[in-house]
């Protein structure tokens, strides 16, 4: 499977928000990581400090957790943009969200808790699947070894309106030059995150993902849209089942891990092609710090598809391609150029 195939399907989004995040990167072939972030955080800042990001970071999970409602969203990349309408309800434990693209190929994704409906009226074919967590964020927060303290410091920028609603500004700011910066609009009332910009270290904004109009609190029906989200009639249903792995188990190793990066999941993933005898399924191998990531994705070496090494940005998002005996390696994560370079000499294959 080429890359652009895997990145397209890949476990990328880190929060719930982040299903519009592989919505927006289906249109636009690329992989926005801010509206992976955009949900998880809300920091009250008249009280910012360090020590307490943890606990901002769940307090901003829960508020999007608990509010309903219905907005345009906007993610910048580069020269490239992309928007989506989002629907969102919330009854107690349960949640339910319709993404509708607005631009590139049109898709409409429901996700009801961890499953997910991808609707593609252009070739007619749904897809069911299911979206762990992943052990990402929140959990990695409810770690009691979680280090993202140990990796960013929090600071408070004051307060702007976005899509005519107030909201506090704050900046994350990386310890080191393993990650990058996030400057945050959080609505000043519930601590729900409006807009959200990847800043480079020369402060140079790399991704933006925003509301450019919301509605909170909209009185939504959480069964209309479940019955919408069962609507197959005329649609092929194609599952898509992740086999839960181990790097290990698949014979690699990351022989000098990243600071404050930790292996969060490793997945065999299915392909819509066929695989020659002998060759296993693509795996992905997912590191994250707590709030960026990054995928390293091997599959079977073939010459047809697989070209040169190569190196790509794309906003915040990198890409690294290269060769390793029989394997083809692609690295994709939103972080410095240097840190991806990190994983990918870093990855080995066990004898």
Partial sequence: MRVVELSRWSAWPRFSLGLLGAVLAMSAAAMPPVAAVLQAVALPVQSAE???????????????????????????????????????????DQQVERVETLTGLPRTVYRHNDQVHTFMPDSKVMLRERRESLGMFPDLLKSANSGIADFYSAKA??????????????????????????????EDKSGLVLKLETLAEDGQVLEQAAFSELQLDVPLRMDKLLKMMQATDGYRVERLQLQKTTAQAEGWVLKTPVPGFKSVSCFRRPTSGRIEEGHAEPMQWTFSDGLASVSLFVEPYDRRHHQQASTLSIGATQT???????????????????????????????H
């Fill in 157 to 186: 920028m004051g307060s702007e309106r976005v899509a005519g609603i107030q909201t506090d500004v704050v900046e994350l700011v990386p310890k080191d030059k393993l990650r990058f910066a996030y400057r945050i609009w959080a």
């Fill in 50 to 92: 360090p020590s307490n990001i943890n606990d901002w970071l769940m307090r901003m999970h829960e508020a999007s957790r608990k509010r309903s409602y219905v907005g345009t969203f906007v993610v910048s990349s580069g020269a490239a943009m992309s928007s989506a309408r989002i629907w969102h309800v919330c009854q107690g």
């Fill in 320 to 350: 690294i391609t290269r060769r390793l005996g029989t394997y083809w390696v692609t690295v994709m994560g939103e972080v410095p150029l240097g840190t991806l370079k990190l994983f990918a000499s870093g990855l080995e294959r066990q």
